[in-house]
């Protein structure tokens, strides 16, 4: 083992070093044609067309990760397979967080389940707010390099694009962060939005770099949001250890088998035609949106979304959901208290969506 995986793992509650975790009846490699291991129905439920349901999935299924890993450009040992990313930032923050000791650093305005995994852990917070600058809400990483090595912090979440924000990290910035927090923290880079992006995924850092891990998704541009198929990325090492203190089998059957068909390569190649039509909508609704009564400012997104500020949101919001249009109030966020997050729909939805917003100068 590595110096460096060595050090990550160092990083893991002393608590929790030499934990096995619950051996579920799945865990053991052993086959038989008679599964009397785990107290299952002997029928299947007169419900299930397919009769699989009786019996208990596979906790990580090898074809699942398998695609996965093709999809991704890793090995399926430096995958973990959850209930969507919140489970893994939550095993991250279990894992690696002693209550009151060892710090979560933050970036608001962001994707709050950070904060909220931190506040269930009892793990202290640290933050460093976005500055609002030209090109759009960016991270300070000097600022979040010299807190998380003042004040010890365990876990820096990066997300990147940045989640309401649009705006992304350069590959040197997280390579800066890790580096100079190597052997204190692990950064863990939120990439659920990165196939609206350009830029290249973190997972090419890996190697070079062992306490940096990425947190994946299905549910964004692969539209399977209820599946809830989420997946961590990092060195076997450190998901083997994530592994033990995951629940018992996180992926139900029919989740994983609607991944694995989700990926095979005809369906991606639909999907990437897709996401090219939400980042050329992005393109569009992104002007329009300027020339919109009310709009102060449109950020630029890397995701499939846009962070808008109204001289009155309220009234923005309100003649949205007027016509029948539900965007995402962002006002009680740290510096967004006039922004409304609109997520890209189809060309047809976001029409109504300028529409919506232009008859208010009409009606005013």
Same mark, same amino acid.
């Given at each position: #083992?590595?110096?460096?995986? +060595?050090?990550v793992?160092? &990083?893991?509650r002393?608590?929790? +070093?030499?934990?096995?975790?619950?051996?579920?009846?799945?865990?053991?490699a052993?086959?038989?044609?008679?599964?009397?291991?785990?107290?299952?129905?002997?029928?299947?439920n007169?419900?299930?067309?397919?009769?699989?349901?009786?019996?208990?999935?596979?906790?990580?299924?090898?074809a699942? $990760?398998?695609? $996965?890993?093709?999809?991704?450009?890793?090995?399926?040992?430096q995958?973990?397979?959850?209930?969507?990313?919140d489970?893994?930032?939550d095993l991250?923050?279990?894992?690696?967080?002693?209550?009151?000791?060892?710090?979560?650093?933050?970036?608001p305005?962001?994707?709050? #389940?950070?904060? *909220?995994?931190?506040?269930l852990?009892?793990?202290?917070?640290?933050?460093?707010?976005?500055?609002?600058?030209p090109?759009?809400? +960016?991270?300070d990483i000097?600022?979040?390099i010299?807190?998380? /090595?003042?004040?010890?912090a365990?876990? *820096?979440? $990066?997300?990147?694009?940045?989640?309401?924000a649009?705006s992304e990290?350069a590959?040197?910035?997280?390579?800066?962060?890790a580096?100079? $927090?190597?052997?204190?923290?692990? *950064?863990?880079?939120?990439?659920?939005?990165?196939?609206y992006?350009s830029?290249?995924s973190?997972? !090419?850092?890996?190697?070079?770099h062992?306490?940096?891990?990425?947190l994946?998704?299905?549910?964004?541009?692969?539209?399977?949001?209820?599946?809830?198929i989420?997946?961590?990325?990092?060195?076997?090492?450190?998901?083997? *250890?994530?592994?033990?203190?995951?629940?018992?089998?996180p992926?139900?059957q029919?989740?994983?088998e609607?991944?694995v068909?989700?990926l +095979?390569?005809?369906?991606?190649?639909?999907?990437?035609?897709?996401?090219?039509?939400?980042?050329?909508e992005r393109?569009r &609704?992104f002007h329009a949106?300027?020339?919109?009564?009310?709009?102060?400012?449109?950020?630029?997104?890397?995701?499939?979304?846009?962070?808008? /500020?109204?001289?009155?949101?309220?009234? !923005?919001?309100?003649? &949205?959901? !007027?016509?029948?249009?539900?965007v995402?109030?962002?006002?009680?966020?740290?510096?967004?208290?006039?922004?409304?997050?609109?997520?890209?729909g189809?060309?047809e939805?976001n029409?109504?969506v300028l529409?919506?917003?232009?008859?208010?100068?009409?009606?005013a």
């Amino acid at each position: #083992m590595s110096e460096g995986i +060595q050090a990550v793992l160092d &990083l893991l509650r002393p608590d929790l +070093q030499s934990f096995a975790g619950y051996s579920s009846a799945r865990s053991s490699a052993v086959q038989g044609s008679v599964w009397l291991n785990a107290n299952e129905s002997a029928w299947p439920n007169p419900a299930d067309a397919k009769g699989s349901s009786r019996r208990y999935p596979d906790p990580q299924p090898p074809a699942l $990760l398998r695609a $996965l890993a093709d999809v991704y450009g890793v090995q399926p040992a430096q995958l973990l397979v959850g209930r969507g990313s919140d489970e893994a930032i939550d095993l991250l923050v279990r894992a690696f967080c002693r209550p009151g000791t060892d710090p979560v650093l933050v970036t608001p305005p962001v994707f709050g #389940m950070y904060a *909220v995994c931190a506040r269930l852990q009892g793990a202290p917070l640290l933050e460093i707010p976005l500055l609002d600058a030209p090109a759009g809400l +960016q991270v300070d990483i000097d600022a979040v390099i010299d807190l998380a /090595r003042d004040q010890r912090a365990r876990l *820096v979440f $990066l997300c990147s694009p940045s989640n309401p924000a649009g705006s992304e990290i350069a590959t040197g910035d997280i390579v800066r962060t890790a580096q100079a $927090l190597q052997g204190q923290a692990i *950064v863990v880079v939120d990439e659920a939005y990165i196939e609206y992006s350009s830029q290249a995924s973190a997972t !090419a850092l890996l190697a070079a770099h062992p306490n940096i891990a990425v947190l994946r998704t299905l549910s964004k541009a692969h539209a399977l949001a209820a599946a809830r198929i989420g997946t961590l990325i990092a060195a076997p090492e450190l998901i083997a *250890v994530l592994r033990r203190c995951q629940a018992p089998y996180p992926v139900p059957q029919p989740c994983a088998e609607l991944a694995v068909a989700a990926l +095979q390569p005809a369906v991606l190649a639909k999907t990437r035609d897709r996401i090219a039509g939400v980042v050329s909508e992005r393109e569009r &609704l992104f002007h329009a949106l300027q020339a919109a009564p009310g709009v102060r400012r449109v950020y630029r997104s890397a995701g499939n979304y846009l962070l808008v /500020r109204f001289d009155d949101a309220q009234a !923005a919001f309100d003649a &949205l959901l !007027a016509a029948d249009i539900v965007v995402r109030d962002q006002r009680a966020a740290p510096q967004l208290g006039d922004a409304l997050r609109i997520s890209i729909g189809s060309p047809e939805e976001n029409q109504r969506v300028l529409a919506a917003l232009s008859a208010r100068r009409a009606a005013a």
